[in-house]
């Protein structure tokens, strides 16, 4: 008679903690936060800006008469 108590008393536990598991669901294992989307470069930061900047501007000063350049040199 107590072994069938202790069975009943032990299925009772064991059908209270599987309705808790169910009820609190399963939770999927964390993950680590992605790494942050790269910033996009401003046209200062783009080094093809900045050597098309460079060669617009010797252009410039080539015009205005510097060395090299179509001015009145020689």
Same mark, same amino acid.
């Given at each position: 008679?107590? =072994? #069938?108590?202790? #069975?009943?008393? #032990?299925? %009772? ?5 599987? !309705? %808790? *598991? /169910? /009820?609190?669901?399963? !939770? ?5 936060? *992605?790494?942050?989307?790269? !910033? ?8 093809? =800006? #900045? ?6 501007? !010797? /252009? %410039?000063? &080539? ?7 179509? &001015?009145?040199?020689?």
């Amino acid at each position: 008679m107590k =072994f #069938l108590v202790f #069975l009943v008393l #032990l299925a %009772a536990v064991v059908y209270v903690l599987v !309705r %808790a *598991a /169910q /009820q609190r669901g399963i !939770r999927p294992p964390k993950r680590r936060p *992605a790494a942050p989307p790269p !910033r996009p470069h401003g046209p200062d930061d783009d080094p093809d =800006f #900045l050597r098309d900047l460079d060669r617009k501007r !010797r /252009q %410039a000063d &080539g015009d205005a008469g510097g060395p090299g350049g179509t &001015g009145s040199g020689t």
